[in-house]
Every structure is written in C-alpha cells, then in structure tokens.
C-alpha cells in the first residue's frame, strides 16, 4: 500500500463507502462507564476528522475530554516557501483550537507534545511515555488505527494501544487515510472488529463546520505545485458523513 494523495489520487468517494457500510451490521460506541475520553492526533486535523462526532458525544454527556496533540503539522508542505515563512506549526494550533471550539468545547484542553511532523517513529519512547503517564484505568483512549497508512498515524495507534494495556484504559482506532486507500469492496479494513457512531444532523453540520477551520490544509497555500491543499474536497467529503467507524484493536502492538 503507497499513500499518494493528488488530484489524480483522490481514492474511493464518501457514496461508495456509504454504500459498503450499509450491509454492515456494527455494534454502536457507548461511553457507558467511561470517566475521560483521550483523543491522540498526530496531527491538528486528525482528532476532528476521525473523531469530531464522537468528541462532541461525549461534550454532551457529561465525559471529561482531552486531546493529545502529538506533533504540530509543521511538515505538511515540506516543499513550500510560503509554508516555511509562515510558521505553520503555530498556525496550525491555532486552527486546531478553532475547530475544536466549532464543535461546541469552549475551552479546549490539549496537551501539546511537540514531536517533529513526519518523525514520530524516532521518538516512539517519549510518545509512549507521555501516554502512560496520561492515561489512567476507566479512560478511552481514542487514536488512529495503527494501520491507518500514514507513518505517524500508524506509529501513534501502536502506542496507544501499547499504553491503553499498561495502564488498564480502553482504546478504539479512527480512520482518515484508510478511506482513501482501502477499498470498499475488499477486506483491508477489519469491518468485523469495528463499532460505528451515528450522527444526527447537527452533530454533522458542526463536524464539517469544524474541518472548514483547517484552511491550510484544505486551501492551496499558493500557485506552485508544492501549496496545492493536502486534504482536496473530494477527501474532505468522506468526512462528513452519517458515521464515525473505529476499530476495536486490542491486538498486541
């Protein structure tokens, strides 16, 4: 599996996942006995794309919830001038703190750990640590699946799950790059092994009111062929949908 992501690399569109997970019987996500939801995102974007439904869930009843930022984003145009002279990492806290406020959380608690974008492998013992000395027993530790597709997605739901075991938390894994490059008609997402969270019409209009936060991802930095946006509007689109999937991954990592 090669993660490209283009216009000419758009992946399956949001009707034809849709279409797949209609003739999949899902158990629902429940919050029942859970004292604080923990949300780890590799990236600013990624606890709003894979779980802003789910975040807002849990606002509304009453669960403690805190992000764990992993890295600030900062490598996401590696290639652009305009992203070096804008200090993206800062801007793309700032839009991370707005999207969260979108989905109704006036005061966002985020841990900032301040690994580099793109690195996160070369950091895995501060990342675990900070894990497990974060989360206590009763928590549900939300973060990619540790075969999302993206080395830093993938590196933080090891560690999740890693640190969910050593502690006696509960984990569940997110999707953002396996819909774009799994397939629906395959076997490449364990289907079997995932809970689903419907949302009603207002838990998805803040949701996609959310992702707008996140200009510089979704908007073209500049002309050259290095600002082109990161997440085009045909990825978005598979967003903002009816439902949140996570993986119920209790496998050794």
Known sequence: MELTVDQGHLGPSREAWEARLSHE??????????RRLVVVAPHPDDEVLGAGGLIQRALSEGVSVTIVAVTDGEASHPHSNIARSMDLGNVRRRESQKALRRLGWDRPAVTYLGLPDSDVAGHRREL????????????????????????????????VVRATRHVGAHSLGYLVWAWHWAEPEGTDIPFDRCVRLDMGRRTRYRKRWSTQAFRSQIKQLGPDVNEQAVLPRAIMRRFWGPFEIFVVDMGAA
């Open 25 to 34: 019987r899902l158990g629902p996500v429940s919050l029942r006995d859970v």
């Open 128 to 159: 675990d640590d900070a894990l497990e000395s974060l989360l206590l027993p009763g928590d549900l530790c939300v973060g990619p699946w540790r075969y999302d597709g993206h080395p830093d997605h993938d590196l933080c739901g090891e560690s």
